[in-house]
């Protein structure tokens, strides 16, 4: 790719308090070529409260054109241009257009930075008092409860931070199948941050359906890990040293493989479970004497 290719600089615009915006994200948003931005509405007021007054165009770039885009905006950059993608608020990518974007543009050889920032699931995540790490972001979360059920399903026993987005409207019922999904947890529903009415609510999950959430604008909700260190049950590792017994090989391997399947427990507890199983199975087998390596 030639020298005199342009970059698409990934700027994080504030959350809320104009403060926020960097001076790197200033210089980057009044330099480029042109601007792609979700809502070419809402940037351009966004902008104006961040004291911005552009000369380069705004160009609309959201969910429903970013493919049909995409050859236009890659010659620009070919071209020489330098761009800048915004979403909303926050930074891009995260739950916004652009990953495809950015991927073409790797695949090119074309120059991607990112002008880091305001971010609702960082700044959610610290404030919220809830574990900061491990931590797995879900985005927004679909609107069939079916969808949400299956989405949360293979999250239940990690032990692990799950953050996502959700309206107002829709927050009461997929906190309801949060709880029925992941057990007792703690919550915490993080709103208008970083603005006037700034609020962080911390409760039991389980105590959902009891609370009256009558929240404006959009949740950043936070779940924390399980209560108790989740761990499988000795019926469920017996059933994995079964199958991993009939694949051959001998205890120390089994018990290996078992390991990686299993939750809660060590490998000297699996190990010797399986040794324990199989006397029995087996009542005249025993240890033999250790040879020298």
């Known amino acids: 790719m030639s020298s005199q290719s342009g970059a698409l600089r990934i700027v994080a615009t504030p959350l809320g308090n104009p403060g926020d915006l960097s001076p790197r994200a200033r210089e980057a948003l009044t330099t480029a070529h042109a601007v792609l931005a979700e809502d070419t509405r809402r940037a351009g007021l966004l902008l104006s409260r961040c004291g911005l007054s552009l000369t380069a165009p705004l160009i609309s770039f959201h969910d429903h054109n970013e493919e049909t885009r995409l050859p236009q905006i890659l010659e620009r950059l070919r071209s020489g241009q330098d761009l800048a993608l915004i979403s909303d608020a926050g930074t891009p990518l995260l739950s916004d257009p652009g990953y495809r974007l950015v991927r073409a543009c790797r695949r090119e050889g074309l120059r991607v930075s990112p002008i880091p920032g305001p971010s609702a699931v960082t700044a959610a995540l610290c404030a919220s008092g809830l574990p900061p790490q491990p931590f797995v972001f879900l985005g927004f979360l679909p609107r069939k ?115 990686l399947q299993t939750l809660g427990w060590s490998g000297k507890e699996i190990y010797d479970l399986l040794r324990q199983q199989r006397e029995r199975e087996e009542p005249g087998l025993r240890p033999g004497p250790r040879r020298r390596a």
């Open 145 to 259: 409860k079916s969808e949400r059920e299956a989405l949360f399903a293979p999250y239940a026993r990690l032990p692990a931070t799950l953050v996502f987005f959700e309206r107002k409207d829709r927050l009461p019922a997929s906190l309801l199948d949060a709880a029925a999904a992941l057990g007792r947890r703690e919550v915490c529903l993080a709103r208008e941050i970083t603005k006037t009415y700034e609020e962080f609510l911390l409760f039991p999950l389980e105590e959902s359906a009891a609370r009256a959430l009558d929240l404006q604008g959009e949740i950043t909700v936070l779940i924390g890990p399980p209560e108790e260190k989740p761990r499988d049950s000795p019926e469920t590792v017996l059933a994995r040293i079964a199958a991993e017994s009939a694949r051959g090989g001998g205890n120390r391997e089994t018990a290996r493989r078992v390991r």
